[in-house]
């Protein structure tokens, strides 16, 4: 009763907050607070291009997140509860744009193909440069030392894996989902499945990966007929891109009685007065006076805003990486430029990160993949790029005639002539400043103790903290 309940940022976090909180405690109001707009890094845009022979298309562009994994039942539950089924489009296990995933290794030209099947694996490449790794990893003696707790991604796949299987497939994978270095990201915060294998396997991955995880599993979404939909389906998204999530959480906030939404409102500071209420400021001289706060910032944000009285410990621990996103609409060329597949990663260069390297973290063939959100995908190709991370970037990285250069080399067969590029029928460039928070090893803890702190002293258990500076990516 007289609950008011204030939510700091309108990204998925906030937003997928704000809904549950609403539906939760109806007699409560919940007011969300966003600095600029909702959807956080989520941004979906199409645009309108036309080639060369008068073929004309609206093509869905993405600068944030582009698929989403079915293994995250809160999102499941989200398009239950939202009705949005019909507007997923799923990528099968079975297809090639799910199978086939590739590596531009540096020390080899063209991409490699990861294995997704026994056969794969016994490629003439993978069996020289993946293969020996995995069987002496099986029979390695248990190397984590005593009382170690956490490691960093690279050090951990080192240690059971050797440090060329830990450059090349490690950081390329660290590069795919975090933009980071593998030698800063903690394993446990990133990947806890591998950690928790290893203690399975008596010391080796492999074998762990093999006996059955006895991790329970939480099962009390209501995820209504989407789990059959995402049965055999590799990765997903939405007709109009993952902003049709964000908009559809939005809209169904917008006709709740108890919420209301302050877009364009920046909070200021943010803490417990000294009559022992919380107290929120927003740029535009505002003072909101909530019983509770769920914060869905940034946590260095948050940092900033607490007063010195409210301070809670470890926002400021992790470091985040800054990307550039570039979308390519190319006319469809016969044969096509690129194999059919997910798109390929590159990992960390054998010199290490350095402006001599290309900056390119990875590229997605989005045609491949998410066709379906475009009104005419047999005519034209989009492709994405990132580039940054722990890769220094300078303007002359990122001019389009450098990218398509690197595109082309990585994109040739060893033993064929070089690839050549149609010219871009459009070419969009996003840059994220601080997108992706990197947890370094000891994250859990401190964010355990964050949680105590949170219980007790000033706030008494009135703050929430969540979002993806506190959470996992994976
Ligand atoms: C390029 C890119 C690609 C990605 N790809 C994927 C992918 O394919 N799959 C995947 O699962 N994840 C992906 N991610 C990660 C995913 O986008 C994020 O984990 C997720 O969007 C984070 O959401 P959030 O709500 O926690 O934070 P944010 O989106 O950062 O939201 C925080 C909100 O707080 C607001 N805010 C900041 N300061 C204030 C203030 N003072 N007052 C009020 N509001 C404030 C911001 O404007 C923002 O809206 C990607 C991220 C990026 C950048």
Known sequence: MNRHIAV??????????????????????????????????????????????????DILLESGPRTLRPNAKSILELINLLGLQK?????????????????HIHEIQGLV???????????????????????RESVKRRNRLRGITDESVDSFLTRRFGPFFARTFGSALVHGIYAADSRELSIRAAFPSLWAMEDRGWGSVVRGGLLP????????????????????????????????????IATYLEQQPNIKILCDSPVIKCGVAENDLLE?????????????IVSALPLPVLQELLTPQSSVPHLNANPASSVEVINFIFPKTQPPFHPTGFGYLVPRPPTGYSESNSGILGTVFD???????D?????????????????????SHTDTATVLKHLSVHLTEPGEFLTVLPEPLYVRRVQHHNCIPTPTPGHLERMDELKTTLKKGAWAGRLEIIGAGVGVLV
């Open 113 to 135: 193909t990861l294995p997704n099947s026994l056969s794969s694996v016994l490629s003439p490449l993978m069996r020289t440069i993946l293969l020996p790794h995995i069987l």
């Open 367 to 373: 045609s491949c993949a998410l066709s379906a959100q």
């Open 280 to 292: 929120l400021q927003l740029q535009s001289g505002q003072v909101i006076k909530p019983t509770h």
């Open 375 to 395: 009104s005419d995908a047999s005519n034209f190709t989009k492709m994405t790029v990132m580039m940054g991370g722990p890769n220094p970037l300078t303007p």
């Open 213 to 248: 995880s006895a991790t329970p599993t939480r099962e009390d979404y209501e995820v209504g007929d989407v789990a059959d939909m995402m049965k055999d389906v590799s990765v997903y998204s939405f007709k109009g891109g993952m902003g049709m999530l964000t908009g559809a």
């Open 8 to 57: 700091l940022g309108g990204g998925i976090s906030g937003l997928s907050s704000a809904f549950h909180l609403s539906r939760r405690f109806p007699e409560a109001l919940v007011t969300l607070i966003e600095q600029t707009n909702l959807g956080g890094w989520i941004s979906s845009e199409r645009v309108h291009v036309r080639d060369d022979h008068g073929h004309s298309a």
């Open 87 to 103: 507007s997923v489009i799923t990528t099968p296990v079975t297809s090639s744009a799910a199978k086939n995933r590739y590596l």
